[in-house]
């Protein structure tokens, strides 16, 4: 009993860390991309010269890739925590890490955060999968179907995002995960946030076709 409590409390403090670290290199991009959107304008940059934008654009890629490593790295270990216990989550980090390490080495830094965002996007379609179902095998923080499927969707909408800013040079890939990455988080807020409206909606639509259905019915007996 004492040892399931303890475990319990390494898992609230484990998921409370990786939280907050998310929040806070979220919060640093926030503030890089509006720093760098005002400077752009008030500099009246799109209007120099094209050495002086991609200037521009290599020194605010440089501020602000240590935070998208950061935040790469926190999805591979935050996304499969859903899946695997705590001693299994921290084995699977260490091979996450050599393995990146490695495909850094033989691919570039690139090829290590695409190995490490990729294995996040694949555990998390399992997860999401395993949501919908009603899974009870996944570690949700909180309780309710509805939520554990809007925190998985949320969770897939910031790996497409990432992924997005990682593959930014590829313009016709931009669309598609944008727009995958809006329904995605949109969906998922809906349903952590208006859990009770989002059941509320689906019950009333499925008495209203219970409804119609008894009226096509009672129509064609008589």
Same mark, same amino acid.
């Given at each position: 009993m004492l040892k399931k409590q303890r475990d319990t409390q390494r898992k609230s403090s484990y998921d409370f860390y990786l939280i907050l670290a998310t929040v806070l290199v979220l919060f640093a991009i926030s503030?890089?991309?509006?720093?760098?959107?005002?400077?752009?304008?008030?500099?009246?940059?799109?209007?120099? #010269?094209?050495?002086?934008?991609?200037?521009?654009? #290599?020194?605010?890629?440089?501020?602000?890739?240590?935070?998208?490593?950061?935040?790469?790295?926190?999805? !591979?270990?935050?996304?499969?925590?859903?899946?695997?216990?705590? +001693?299994? +989550?921290?084995? &699977? *980090?260490?091979? +996450?890490?050599? !393995? *990146?390490?490695?495909?850094?080495?033989?691919?570039?830094?690139k090829t290590s955060l695409l190995l490490i965002l990729g294995t996040s996007l694949v555990l998390q379609?399992?997860?999401?999968? &395993? *949501?919908?179902?009603? #899974?009870?095998?996944?570690?949700?923080?909180?309780?309710?179907y509805w939520v554990r499927l809007g925190s998985s969707l949320i969770h897939l909408g910031l790996i497409l995002f990432v992924l997005d800013l990682l593959l930014y040079e590829k313009k016709n890939l931009h669309l598609f995960l944008f727009w995958i990455t809006t329904g995605a988080s949109v969906a998922g807020m809906l349903c952590c946030f208006y859990a009770e409206a989002v059941v509320g909606f689906i019950n009333g639509r499925k008495q209203a076709s219970l409804g119609a259905c008894r009226g096509i019915i009672i129509v064609t007996k008589n």
């Open positions: 503030l890089i991309s509006i720093y760098g959107m005002f400077y752009f304008k008030f500099a009246q940059i799109h209007q120099m #010269s094209p050495a002086v934008k991609m200037s521009y654009m #290599s020194r605010m890629n440089s501020f602000v890739a240590p935070f998208i490593m950061g935040l790469i790295l926190l999805l !591979g270990i935050c996304v499969p925590k859903r899946l695997l216990p705590t +001693l299994w +989550l921290n084995r &699977l *980090a260490v091979l +996450l890490v050599a !393995g *990146a390490v490695l495909a850094g080495v033989i691919g570039g830094v379609v399992i997860v999401l999968v &395993l *949501a919908l179902g009603g #899974s009870k095998n996944l570690h949700f923080h909180k309780k309710g």
